[in-house]
C-alpha cells in the first residue's frame, strides 16, 4: 500500500529525541501541492494503479529531434515553475573547442590538472567519474583539431534540474513522466555504468539536498538508539567531518575525502565499507528513508510504513525505485579506530610510487603468484575477524607485477594488530619463498577529516565479481582461484581485491537488508578487474570516423574475457551493483540474485509501471536499451523499448 509522506514543519536541532516520525529536512517540507499541480497539466501527479497491468506505451522515450519534445516557450514555463533551478549546461570540456565556449584558460584548468584539486567536477551537474558511458562526445583534450574532433551534448542530459527541494524533484518526476521524457538521477557523479547520463534527457540533480543530524534517541520499529539523519547529496568526507565534531560513528565508502553519496547509489546497491564485516553493509544501517516515487509523490519507507518499497531500496540498486531525498541510519556512540599495517612485493622495475613499506622485491615469479595465494588464504581469516583487507595486483608490462595490501581491523589495538598479521607474514617467508620484515602495525582513525576534492573524471573499464566462502573449502580450489586471478592480470589487466563479508548474523535486531544480493552475504573477496588503457584515448587518436568505437569494442571484449577466467572458478556467485562491468552477463542474477530479482521487479512494476526510472541493467530495465547506432554499451542514444 502506498502511503504518502505528511507534511511536517519545523526546526531541525542537532541533537533530536524524537520519534521516527520526526521533522524531516526543511528541504523536504517544501512540497508540491495537489492544487498547484491541477493548474499546470505537465505537472500533474500520476496514478500508478490506474495503469494497465501490461502497459505498452510509446515505443520510445522522446529527445530532442522529435516533433514532440517541448517547445523552448514550454521549458521556460518549467523553469518558472522551479523557480529558476533548470539548468542547460554545456560538457565542461566544450572551453577547449573552438566556437562559442571557447576559452583557453578555462581549457588549461580542466586539461592542466588544476581542476583536480578544487570541487569543480564534484560540483558539475554533468560530469560523472566515466565519460566514456555518455559516447565521448566531448572529450578533454588539447588536442581537439581535425574532422572526428567535436563537442556535442551526446549522452549527457539536456536540462538539469538543480533540486533543493522535494518540490522540485516532484515537478521534475511528473514534468518527464508527462511528457514521455527520459529521466535520470545524479547525485555526486561517482557513477562507473553510466546510470547517471542519458541521451535527451531530463535529469534530477540531489547534489545540494545536504544535511547530517545526529539524534541521540532515535526511536523506530525495534530500535531504540542513536541515529544520523543524512540528506542525499552528503559525502563521505562531510559525514566524517560530522563523526568527528560530534562523537559517533556511522558505516560509510571507504578514505578519508571520500565524496562518494552515502544517502544515493551506494546503500541502494549494497553498500561496503572498512566495517563491513562488522556491521554488514551500508544497506543493513538504514532505519528509514524519504523518496519521491514515479508518480510524484514523497512518501516514508520503513518497516512499518511501504515496507515492500523498504526491501527493495536496501540494496535494490538505485535509479530504479525512486529518488531519495534523505535516510536514518544506525550509529554508535564514539569514535572507531582501525588498527593498520601496509606491505608489498613485487617483480621487476616498478615506479616507487607504487610501492608499499615494507616492500619485498623478488626475482621469480613463480614466488609473486604463490605469494599471492598466500595471501589470498589469509584474506578469510581477515574477514572472519572483523576485518578489511586490500590486495591490489598491478600489471607492468612483461613479467612485472607488484602487489600492495593493508589490512584494516576495527577496534584492534597495535599489538592485536601486529599478532594477528604476523602467521601471514611468516607464510609470505616459508610457503612462497618471500622474505619479507612483518610491517609494523598502529592505529588510526575510521573517521578523518577530509574536503572532498579527490574525485575527478577517468575513462578506465572495469568488471566484477564477488569470490564466494566456497572457494576457501580446500587448498584445491583456493589454488585455482588463485591460478585465475593469475590468468586474468597476465592478460594485461590490473586486479584488485577487497576482502570483507557483510554476513546476515553480523547486523543487530531486524534490519538486515533483505533486498541485497545473497551472493554479497557469501563472499570474502570482492575482485575488480581493471583496464589499463584510457578509453578516451581511442577518441583523441582516432583517424577514420568509427575507428575509436571499434577499438573500444575490441577492449570491453578482452575485459570480459579476462573476467570470464574468474567467473569460471566462481559458478553461481555475481557481481556487486555499483561496480560492475557494462556487458555483466546474466546480470538479474549476478547482481540480484534469481530469487531476490523475481520480489524486487514486482515492487518495480507496481510502483513504476510507466518505467520512468530506467538504469543500465537495474531492476526491471530489460525490456529497453539505448540505441545508440555504434554498437556501443553508452548512453549516446534514444532509450526504447525492445
Not at 526543511?26 to 502497459?55: C, M
Not at 535529469?203 to 545526529?214: N, R
Not at 608490462?397 to 593493508?406: D, K, V
Not at 592505529?443 to 573524471?457: D, I, L, M, Q
Request: aromatic share 10%; with cysteine; net charge positive.
Amino acid at each position: 500500500m502506498r502511503v504518502a509522506q505528511a507534511l511536517i514543519v519545523g526546526v531541525l536541532t542537532v541533537f533530536s529525541l524524537a520519534e521516527k516520525d520526526a521533522t524531516n529536512f526543511a528541504f523536504e517540507t517544501k512540497q508540491l501541492s495537489k492544487r498547484d499541480a491541477t493548474k499546470y497539466s505537465d505537472i500533474t501527479f500520476g496514478d500508478a494503479s490506474s495503469v494497465p497491468l501490461n502497459y505498452n506505451g510509446p515505443r520510445c522515450k522522446i529527445g530532442p529531434q522529435d516533433a514532440a519534445w517541448p517547445t523552448l516557450h514550454e521549458w521556460a514555463r518549467l523553469n518558472t515553475t522551479l523557480n529558476g533551478k533548470l539548468l542547460k549546461p554545456t560538457p565542461a570540456p566544450a572551453v577547449c573547442y573552438p566556437g562559442p565556449n571557447y576559452n583557453a584558460g578555462a581549457c588549461e584548468f580542466l586539461v592542466g590538472g588544476a581542476a583536480r584539486r578544487t570541487r569543480f567536477w564534484l560540483d558539475d551537474p554533468l560530469s560523472v567519474l566515466s565519460p566514456w558511458t555518455q559516447g565521448n562526445t566531448c572529450l578533454l583534450s588539447a588536442n581537439v583539431s581535425g574532422p572526428t574532433r567535436s563537442c556535442t551534448q551526446g549522452g549527457f542530459p539536456e536540462y538539469v534540474v538543480n533540486a533543493t527541494s522535494v518540490r522540485d524533484i516532484q515537478i521534475a518526476v511528473n514534468f518527464a513522466r508527462n511528457n514521455n521524457i527520459r529521466l535520470i538521477i545524479k547525485n555526486t557523479g561517482h557513477d562507473f555504468l553510466g546510470r547517471s547520463n542519458g541521451y535527451g534527457s531530463l535529469s534530477v540533480w540531489t547534489h545540494h539536498l545536504k544535511g547530517i543530524e545526529y539524534l541521540q534517541n532515535y526511536k523506530a520499529s525495534q530500535y531504540k538508539g542513536p541515529a544520523v539523519r543524512l540528506g542525499a547529496g552528503s559525502e563521505t568526507w562531510e559525514a566524517n567531518n560530522a563523526m568527528i565534531a560530534q562523537n559517533f560513528t556511522i558505516a560509510v565508502p571507504k578514505l578519508p575525502t571520500e565524496t562518494v553519496g552515502i544517502a544515493g547509489g551506494w546503500f541502494q546497491g549494497g553498500g561496503h565499507s572498512n566495517l563491513a564485516s562488522l556491521w554488514g553493509l551500508g544497506a543493513d544501517q538504514v532505519l528509514s528513508i524519504n523518496l519521491v516515487t514515479a508518480d510524484g509523490r514523497f512518501v516514508t519507507a520503513d518497516r512499518d510504513t511501504n515496507k515492500d518499497l523498504f526491501f527493495a531500496l536496501r540494496g535494490g540498486g538505485g535509479s530504479t525505485y525512486g529518488i531519495v531525498t534523505s535516510i536514518v541510519v544506525k550509529a554508535s556512540k564514539g569514535l572507531i579506530t582501525l588498527g593498520t599495517a601496509t606491505y608489498g612485493f613485487t617483480t621487476g622495475p616498478i615506479a616507487p610510487a607504487t610501492l608499499q613499506n615494507p616492500t619485498a622485491n623478488i626475482t621469480n615469479t613463480q614466488d609473486f603468484w604463490k605469494g599471492v595465494e598466500v595471501y589470498l588464504a589469509f584474506a578469510k581469516k581477515i574477514v572472519d575477524a572483523g576485518g578489511f583487507g586490500h590486495g591490489d595486483i598491478t600489471y607492468h608490462g612483461n613479467t612485472s607485477f607488484s602487489f600492495a595490501g593493508t589490512f584494516l581491523m576495527p577496534g584492534f589495538s597495535a599489538k592485536r594488530t601486529q599478532d594477528f598479521i604476523a602467521p601471514l607474514f611468516q607464510s609470505f617467508r616459508t610457503e612462497a619463498g618471500i622474505n619479507i620484515t612483518t610491517p609494523v602495525a598502529k592505529v588510526v582513525a575510521y573517521a578523518e577529516p577530509g574536503n572532498g576534492t579527490n574525485a575527478a573524471p577517468g575513462s578506465n573499464t572495469f568488471s566484477s565479481r564477488l569470490l564466494p566462502r566456497k572457494n576457501w573449502s580446500s587448498s584445491t580450489i583456493l589454488s585455482e582461484t588463485s591460478a585465475a586471478v593469475r590468468r586474468a592480470v597476465e592478460k594485461g589487466f590490473s586486479v584488485r581485491t577487497r576482502a570483507y563479508g557483510p554476513k546476515l548474523d553480523l547486523v543487530k535486531g531486524p534490519y538486515a537488508a533483505q533486498g541485497v544480493s545473497p551472493h554479497m552475504r557469501n563472499m570474502v573477496i570482492h575482485l575488480t578487474v581493471f583496464s589499463l588503457a584510457d578509453v578516451s584515448s581511442f577518441w583523441v587518436a582516432e583517424s577514420v570516423p568509427g575507428e575509436a568505437a571499434s577499438k573500444l569494442k575490441v577492449a570491453l571484449a578482452r575485459l570480459e574475457d579476462a573476467t570470464d577466467e574468474i567467473r569460471r572458478v566462481t559458478p553461481g556467485s555475481g557481481a556487486y551493483y555499483n561496480e560492475a562491468g557494462r556487458l555483466e552477463p546474466d546480470w538479474q542474477a549476478s547482481f540480484f540474485g534469481r530469487e531476490n530479482y523475481a520480489r524486487l521487479l514486482k515492487v518495480k512494476r507496481e510502483w513504476d509501471p510507466w518505467v520512468l526510472y530506467w538504469a543500465h541493467k537495474g531492476v526491471g530495465s530489460e525490456g529497453w536499451a539505448v540505441e545508440t547506432g555504434d554498437g556501443l554499451s553508452t548512453n549516446n542514444g534514444p532509450l526504447c523499448r525492445v
